[in-house]
């Protein structure tokens, strides 16, 4: 039976050491303790298979494969130790080393070929199996195959004590695998020494390939605490209770000695297995894991308190520095790290900036790794892939991964501290990076607090999220209130419920009340009537526009225009936005204008006035200087007094004008139909427009009758036609319509008179002045014909104006549509002075 298990046991080690470094080979990245891995494992599959061999014939065994084995097994130490060197730093600085053990090998290996070490074989009869039967340096053999294995623990030592975190953790599974290793491989030794053991000790070389091959492939390793405890405590733990209930068990069944046929005990043990099936070995794995997170890793436990404390402290931070400040301390004295960096990615750059640090690094010159972070390098893609935090000895296996060309890359890594790296996603793009260096105990990061890192990294995303948003909704809000306080209006906006919520700098010049004294109370605490405006508009939810209306505010007065706009119109929190425009200055300044035209137009008119009266007074004072000579003459007498009569009735008549410029008479309006008067006033002006083959175009529109001075609108007609037909002397067109027109700023309703010739229109710098008084371009006008038309409209609180066209003229009347028409009296107006 032991031959057996011994035989097929070196079979078993043998394929599994050659499949496990070529899974190696094909996995692992490319560094010196991986190949060296491979040789450990190459030496340690042929040791095996030879071993195999030699016990394949056991009635007839080979010495020959019984000595190739023992001159490889001295390779594996020296292989051992080699590997320690890959471990310590590159190999190169041991090649003296390494060429003085495996000379040492080459020389025991050789020495195994003759008698002198292996003198010849004998058969155990207790195992079943053949072994060495040691010559007279086959001591020396042993010696130094364990003298080596000391060695190579001498250096691990050596290592451990430079080492932390994940390089301390990891080379705590080469030393646990090497020991159980090294303990099964020395089982097959023992029977040389006449010790007599069942040869189970083989199967721990598996467990140290498994072990040494998970220390290399994982990424992320268990800390080798965590193993060690959980199979130690599970394992006592299962063994007591189970005691306890196989104790529970016997005790009841002899207290109460039933007398039943079948066995009660065995009933008892199979009920309390299931007790224990179910009570226990179900939930006994969490069970575990929480102690010996309280129990063994206390500071892991502290640091998930910390990190949970901290994300609920997170979302209520909005200022970016703080929460970055926030952030890295929490990290950093959550974990222990010895220091601490966070990295914010700056959009107009296109690259990523320090922002805040915490601890000292162990060279002061690898302060930096914005080499990593510039865009399109290998880590930085590799981190857009990942999408988790990692620790820095996984990211060269990874990088491999993706790119072999990264020798550049990779010296950089080998030179920077940090210990771990965790990215801040936003949108599918890093948004920060935290660089972690080493624990200041030299532990490594369990999976429990990589889990709470990743978590919290998680919140603190949303958190750099959230207050991002905030800052710019918080610019937003200041760039829109210096805005609305730097407007030459006043601004005024009530909400759905009443309220005014905004009210800028402007109206608390114009009001005299301050922001804080208006900000949240109804409308009714302004001034009247601006109050009963507002509440009205509010309360009707209608727009409404005021071109003018004074309000008055303490000792002063001040003339304003208000409008006012719906927000959220078709809701029912429907709120009101008001519009105030100061326009006391502009009243002023208007006034000040109107008193300069109007001295300007009295001395334009005055001119005019001494031109039109000069005329027949120089040619009065003519004759009347000739008079005394040619007093006898009877034909100059009559000349003399028929153009003395006919210029002082001239200045009579122009006098007469001036003085009736400014009036209008007391006439009684009547209700007709404009069509009617300018068919009226054509009808007089026949003669002239066949005369002057001048012809009517007419398109009228149907509307109500008005209530007009239709003798002062048929002047109005008269006046505009002359000058159509004066200024057409070679005949033309005459185009009249009227339609309909709504002002919807005036809220007023207009019939539109158009009348367009054919002229050639008025020179541009003159139009603006035809409607003035005693202003004309004709040699004989007086310059009252337009002013008259100006005025008789102005009294129907109508408009006209005068525009060119590409052939002559457009003159447009317009004159205001009442529904409700009721006949009045104008009264007089004072004349113009």
Known sequence: MYFIIYHYGFLLVGTFSFLLAVFVYLKAYREAKSETFILINVTTGLWALTLFIFHSYPDQPVIFWLRLSQSIAILIPVAFIQFVFALLGPLSKYKKQLFFFYSIALVLGFFNFTKLSIASIKYNSILGYYHVLPGPIYSVFTLTFVGMIIYGYFLMSKVLKQSSGFQRNEIHYYLTGSILGFMGGATTFLPLYNISIPPLGIFLILVEGIIFAYAILKHRIMDIRTIVSKGLIYSIATILVFVLFLFVGVKISTYYQFAVAFDFKLLLYILGFCFFLVLVVIPLPGKLERLIEKLIFKRTSASYNELQKGSQKLLTILDNKTLSKFFLQTVVQATNASWGTLWLRDEKKNSYQLITKIGNRKDKLLLKEDFLLNKNTVFAKLMEREKRLLIREEIFPLLRNINNNIEDIEDKLKLSDFSLVIPLFFENSIKEYLFLGEKRSGDLFSPYELQTLTLFSDQAAIAFTNAQLFQQIRKMKEYNESIVNNLDSGLIVINGKGEITTFNRKVQEMIALSWNEVLGKTPEILPSPLNEIILRCWQTKESTSIPEFTLKIKQKTLIVSLNTSLVNERQEDTGVIVVLIDLTEVKKLEEKIRQTEKMASIGSM??????EIKNPLSSIKVFTELLPEKFQDEEFRESFFSLVSQEIIKIDDLITQIFNLGKVGTTQRETVSIQKIIEDTLSSLNIQLEKQNIKIKADYYETSPLRVDSQSLNKVFTNIFLNSIQA??????????????????????????????????????????????????????????????????????????VTNTDSGVNFTILMPITENITSFIDQKREPYD
């Open 606 to 611: 005055v001119s005019q006035l001494a031109h």
């Open 728 to 801: 057409m002397p070679q005949g033309g067109d005459i185009s009249i319509s009227t339609s309909k027109e709504k002002d919807k700023n005036k809220k007023k309703t207009f019939l539109k008179i158009d009348i367009i010739d054919e002229g050639g229109g008025i020179p541009e710098n003159y139009l603006n002045r035809v409607f003035d008084p005693f202003f004309t371009t004709k040699p004989q006008g007086t310059g009252l014909g337009l002013y008259t038309c100006y005025q008789v409209i102005q009294n129907h609180q109508g408009e006209i104006r």
